[in-house]
Structures are given as structure tokens and as C-alpha cells.
């Protein structure tokens, strides 16, 4: 049984509330039949009573409406006579009656025709009103959830006034019990009250016992034409592939298929445009290409909507609707960010195209702005990356200087020194990290950004190395003349041979550096090439041993350093003491 004010209640509820279900269910609407054109709803199939069941739920509701007429023109008659005060009381109990009267009526009508009448009383909305329209716009999505869930919603409903009724049949009966109990000695006046009041509690008693009885048919009839779960979503599935599965699919191919479409048309307008020629792209071209990427998204969602609106899925055009105007609503807190994304991809923000940027720790030449933004580091294995305009946020470019500028300090292949790792090999560098291998084959891997901040010292663009070599005193006549020279002459013939090619020994100087407290000391200083940066260490050994050999080679005396001690006790001329080297073991 539908109440007619139960189900104004609901409608309004949901009416109200469809905006919130609607986005919420919208994967489960979308299985309902279109309402418009107009389309019978799938209903699981009646189940026959016998006619003995139906006429008896007549006839206790034709009973019911029977005992209200009586019930109504009594407090009529009543009313007749009455006070002003016993007026208004009967007024709101005739009221009272009334309207039950209408509910009964109601029921017997649905009873007798297994239709409920309130599906065909429907009232229209004449005046305009902002607020009904939008309501009016989702009206078909609330419809539809009101259908899938009218069966547990009329069930639910059967039950809770079967609940309220046997309370009040339950009620009735302790009250004539009360009134039994009341002794039969009483004056006549008093007898006659209570004997109108127990008609009174019989008359309720017969009431709950009538509607109890009607309800109860109406909760059996509800809850056996209740197809299983397994029907209803069968059937759910059939329903939603021979329409709205239908108008979804044909709505998504021209979504997809428009936005496709106009990409392709945008990537040719690019390609063949005389700015890609030039290499630049000037304000205008800029203005063209985010148009063209909007004009793409608009395109493709104003023809799924067009295919909606063609096919009559209301319901389906409506939750479009909806989603776009949240969309728009959400869209509203993020103006400030737009018009920042805007001026970065109308070139005219702090990062711009051409310019070098610094991200991640690692430099980047900006090769292109747009929606997907390109970076580029030609010395990177795999030095191209997409991001996001919004991953521009923050970041300020430069102009890249005329004369060029390194974008990296080695290349793979380079050796390189660094301060904890020593030397290696790079064998591999990409946006993410570096990879050195060192002599003997150990390898390190570096992310790239900790890489630069260790500042490598790259060997393979020509290195040097110097040293400190050391004679006694006694060659002091021909320190800063002859030796220097006969020095710089083996050592330069020397390693001339070791490196096999003399061109890769780019300079080598010997110089007197200073004559120390036990030895003259001269700096060997060597450049070589960077092919050469492999046989670092042996080349540092070498430059040792080559100035040993020639100091034997000349008789060169190579001094041991001595220990001079002082007395830490202040005298006249304190004495300084040479230690020599001991001849024989202390005990």
C-alpha cells in the first residue's frame, strides 16, 4: 500500500537529495530503461491469488470504511450539540477520520485493481521557478533510482505500518481487559459510559484487526512478486544493453572518435605551419595552439551530448550534465593557478621556451611549452622528459649564453675524479643516475642530481700532474742550472717512450721550488692528454720512479730527513743536537 502522503514525503526527499545520489549511483542508473520516449518498466510477473483471499481483503477493508462513515456521522451529530470546545475537539477527530477514510479508500482501489492509484494522479508545475527547472533536470535520474528501488521501498513501507497496527491492536486489547475488570455495580448514568466507552475500544480492535488483515495481503502479494537477485540483475543487464548500454557506447565512439579527430587536424595545422620552419613560434601561434587543444575537449564533449540528446536518454544526458557542472564548480578554485598555467603557455611567464632551466638539480633546454611540456638534455642517455605544465610552477628559466654552455660535466666514457669515489669510468648517465666503473670493475651508481653536486673533476679533456722531488745540499753549485735541465730532458724521453706517442705528453716543466731544511726541492709539473686519463695512478708512479733513475743515473745524493731537537729550558746559546742513525742495537 502507497500512502499519498507517505509518498509526497518521499518524492520531495528525493528530489532534493537527487543531485548527491545521482553522482553517487550513477554506474547503477545507467541499467534502467530511458523514461522518455516513454517505455513499459520491466515488472517481474504477477503472482494469482485466489478470490477468496481477494474478496476477503475486500471485504475488511470495505468494513474499515464502513465502521469511519458511522464513526464520522456520529461526531457529526455530536458536533451538533456540542460546546464551542467539544467542537474543536470533534473537528480534529471527524479531520482524523477523514483521512484514514481516504487511505482505506486508496487501499480498497489498489486491492481491487492491483494498480496504485497514486501512479496516476500525477500534478504539473504551470509557474517558472529557477528551482523547479533544476529539479525538472534531474527529475529523470531521481526516477530512475526511485524505480530500482520501489519493490524494497513498498516492502519496507508494508512492514513498518503492520508493526504500528499490531501495536495498536495490542493496545486495544489490554484496554478492553481494563475495562472488563471495571465492576458491574455502577450507577446507571456511569454503566452507560463505560458501555460507550468499550464500543468505542471494539470499534478500534475491529479497525487494527481489518487493517492488520488488508496489509498483511498486500505485505504477502509485494513480497512474492519480488523477483530473486539473480533475475533482477539478468534482467538489469538485458535492459541496460538494449537501450542505455547502447546510447553509453554510441556517446563514448563520439567522444573518443571527435577528440582523436581534432587532435590529428591540430598535429597537422603544426606540422605544416610555416612557424616549424623557422624554429620559433611567435605570440599568435601560441594563442592557436591552446585554443586548438580547448576546441578539441569541447568538440568531443558537445557531440557525446549531441548523441544523447538524439537518442532521448534523458537520464543519461542529465548525469552529464551534472558531471560538467560540478566540473565547472570545482574548476572555480583553481582560476589563480589557470591564469598562471596561461601565461606559461602563452610564452610569457617566468619559464619560456629556448631558455635553460633547472630541474631536479639538473639542467634542461626548454624545448616546448604546452599542456604536456618538453625538456631536453641531448648529453643524457634517454635526456627528454614530459611534464605537466603545472610542474612548471615555481621553476625560472634563462637565456642560454652565445658562446655555448656545458649542460653536463661528462659524457659517457669520461673518466672522472670524484672526492669520496675517486676515479672511474662513466659508463652510463640518465636523468635518474650515473654509473661509474672503476679500475678492476667495480661499479657505482649515483643519482645524477647528488652526482653534480659532488663537482667531478673530469680527466678526459687533458690532466696534470706534479710532484715534489728532493737532492742533498751538497748539489747546491748546480741546482738551479744543470740538474733542473738534466731532469726535465730524462724524464721527457722517458715518458715519451712509456706513452709511445709524444704528442700525448702535452708539456712537462721541472723547476727548482725551494730549498726545504734537509733537501732542494724541485716541482715536476706534467700535462697529458685526456686519452691518457685510464694510466692515472701509473702515470704518477712513473713520474717517481723516472726522477729516482735519473738521480742514480747522475750520482745524485738523495737526502734522509733529519730530527734537530731544542732545549725547551731558555740559556745563553742553547745547544742543538744532530741525532745520526744508531750503530747497534740498544738493549
Request: proline share 5%; net charge neutral; charged share 25%.
Amino acid at each position: 500500500m502507497h500512502a499519498t502522503a507517505h509518498l509526497r514525503i518521499l518524492r520531495l526527499a528525493a528530489s532534493h537529495a537527487g543531485l548527491f545520489l545521482a553522482l553517487g549511483l550513477s554506474l547503477r542508473l545507467v541499467a534502467q530503461e530511458p523514461p522518455l520516449p516513454p517505455a513499459a518498466p520491466t515488472e517481474p510477473e504477477p503472482v494469482v491469488f485466489s478470490e477468496f483471499q481477494t474478496v476477503t481483503a475486500l471485504e475488511s477493508v470495505r468494513d474499515s470504511i464502513r465502521a469511519a462513515d458511522e464513526r464520522i456521522a456520529a461526531l457529526a451529530a455530536e458536533e451538533q450539540v456540542a460546546t464551542a470546545a467539544e467542537k474543536e475537539r470533534l473537528d480534529e477527530e471527524i479531520k482524523e477520520l477523514v483521512a484514514r477514510r481516504e487511505v482505506l479508500r486508496s487501499d480498497f482501489e489498489s486491492i481491487a485493481t492491483g494498480i496504485d492509484p497514486a501512479e496516476y494522479d500525477q500534478a504539473a508545475k504551470v509557474e517558472f521557478d529557477l528551482a523547479d527547472e533544476v529539479q525538472s533536470l534531474i527529475r529523470p535520474i531521481v526516477d530512475e533510482l526511485k524505480e530500482f528501488t520501489k519493490k524494497p521501498r513498498e516492502i519496507e513501507q508494508y512492514r513498518s505500518e503492520l508493526a504500528i497496527w499490531r501495536k495498536r491492536l495490542g493496545t486495544t486489547d489490554a484496554a478492553i481487559v481494563n475495562l472488563e475488570l471495571l465492576p458491574e455495580d455502577v450507577s446507571p448514568e456511569l454503566a452507560t459510559d463505560i458501555a460507550a466507552t468499550r464500543q468505542k475500544w471494539d470499534e478500534r480492535k475491529q479497525q487494527a484487526e481489518n487493517r492488520i488483515q488488508a496489509l498483511s495481503y498486500q505485505l504477502e502479494q509485494a513480497t512474492s512478486n519480488q523477483p530473486s537477485l539473480f533475475k533482477s540483475l539478468r534482467e538489469g543487464f538485458q535492459s541496460f544493453f538494449r537501450s542505455r548500454g547502447r546510447n553509453l557506447f554510441f556517446c563514448l565512439i563520439a567522444f573518443f572518435g571527435t577528440f582523436f579527430f581534432l587532435r590529428y587536424i591540430h598535429g597537422r595545422v603544426n606540422r605544416l605551419a610555416p612557424w616549424v620552419k623557422k624554429g620559433s613560434r611567435p605570440f599568435y601561434t601560441r594563442v592557436v595552439d591552446v585554443g586548438l587543444h580547448l576546441f578539441s575537449l569541447i568538440g568531443a564533449v558537445v557531440a557525446a551530448m549531441i548523441v544523447l540528446y538524439v537518442a532521448g536518454d534523458w537520464v543519461l544526458l542529465g548525469l552529464a550534465i551534472i558531471i560538467i557542472l560540478g566540473l565547472a564548480l570545482a574548476a572555480k578554485n583553481g582560476l589563480p593557478k589557470f591564469y598562471a598555467h596561461g601565461r606559461i603557455l602563452m610564452n610569457l611567464g617566468e619559464v619560456r621556451e629556448g631558455e635553460r632551466v633547472v630541474y631536479a638539480g639538473i639542467p634542461w633546454r626548454v624545448e616546448r611549452l604546452s599542456f604536456f611540456s618538453i625538456l631536453k638534455n641531448e648529453q643524457l642517455r634517454g635526456g627528454v622528459i614530459r611534464l605537466p605544465v603545472r610542474r612548471l610552477d615555481g621553476l625560472v628559466s634563462r637565456a642560454i649564453s652565445k658562446g655555448g654552455e656545458p649542460w653536463f660535466p661528462c659524457e659517457e666514457g669520461d673518466w672522472i675524479e670524484l672526492p669520496d669515489e675517486g676515479r672511474g669510468k662513466v659508463v652510463l648517465q640518465t636523468p635518474e643516475f650515473v654509473q661509474l666503473v672503476k679500475l678492476g670493475g667495480a661499479r657505482i651508481t649515483i643519482p645524477t642530481a647528488e652526482f653534480l653536486l659532488k663537482s667531478p673533476l673530469n680527466l678526459s679533456h687533458n690532466f696534470r700532474l706534479s710532484t715534489r722531488f728532493g737532492i742533498d745540499y751538497k748539489h747546491i753549485a748546480t741546482s738551479t742550472t744543470a740538474i733542473p735541465e738534466t731532469l726535465w730532458a730524462h724524464l721527457t724521453r722517458e715518458m715519451s717512450a712509456l706513452i709511445e706517442k709524444r704528442e700525448k705528453l702535452i708539456s712537462l716543466k721541472v723547476e727548482f721550488a725551494e730549498a726545504s731544511s734537509s733537501s732542494l726541492d724541485y716541482a715536476i709539473i706534467a700535462d697529458f692528454d685526456g686519452s691518457l686519463a685510464h694510466r692515472y695512478e701509473f702515470l704518477v708512479r712513473a713520474l717517481h720512479r723516472l726522477a729516482v733513475d735519473c738521480s742514480l743515473a747522475n750520482h745524485w745524493e738523495i737526502p734522509f730527513t733529519q730530527i734537530t731537537l731544542h732545549n725547551a729550558y731558555p740559556s745563553t746559546t742553547p745547544p742543538s743536537y744532530d741525532l745520526p742513525a744508531p750503530k747497534a742495537k740498544l738493549p
